[in-house]
């Protein structure tokens, strides 16, 4: 299947990143199965890219996967963003947009209850991330091509 990672550079050999900040799953490359998606992340600050991968599952990878945004969902962003490490290959999940993760980290914060975060993400749309989180997991993606995209701002 194709999938999508937007970025302001060209990506053509994927790689995880450790960063300051944690994110949703830990350290990891995100990608989406929605190219509308990749074209919003790669022009958050400017113009950027689009890369395009081909991606073949491998059940023996240990794989988690979320349908939907549920408490063990939100348990479980709010651990990876702690900085609690996990023992996944690859974790999928129908992210919502990024006001999501602003209540997500607010709710980590201590800002707002479990509850107002339910009641503030029930009017979000979900969309889709796949992150791969080892090494092992970035051989089942191969570099397809990429796409100059322009921020429309």
């Known amino acids: 299947m194709e999938i ?15 960063e300051k900040y944690n994110k949703n799953f830990y350290h990891g490359f995100y990608c989406t199965l929605l190219e509308k998606q990749a074209i919003r992340w790669a022009t958050r600050f400017g113009d950027g890219f689009v890369n395009k991968y081909d991606y073949v599952v491998d059940n023996s990878l240990n794989i988690l996967s ?7 969902w939100l348990d479980f962003v709010v651990d990876c963003r702690s900085g609690k490490a996990h023992d996944y290959d690859i974790i999928e999940d129908p992210v919502a947009d ?21 009641a503030l993400a029930k009017f979000k749309y979900p969309t889709h991330q796949i992150c791969f989180n080892t090494e092992k997991s970035l051989k089942t993606i191969s570099f397809k091509g990429v796409e100059r995209v322009h921020d429309e701002k």
Do not use: C, N
């Open 98 to 118: 990024d006001i999501i993760y602003t209540y997500v980290q607010d709710f980590l914060d201590g800002k707002i209850s479990r509850e107002a975060f339910w």
């Open 4 to 18: 999508y990672h937007g970025s302001s550079v060209i990506v053509k050999k994927p790689e995880i990143r450790i």
């Open 66 to 72: 979320f349908d939907k945004m549920t408490e063990e």
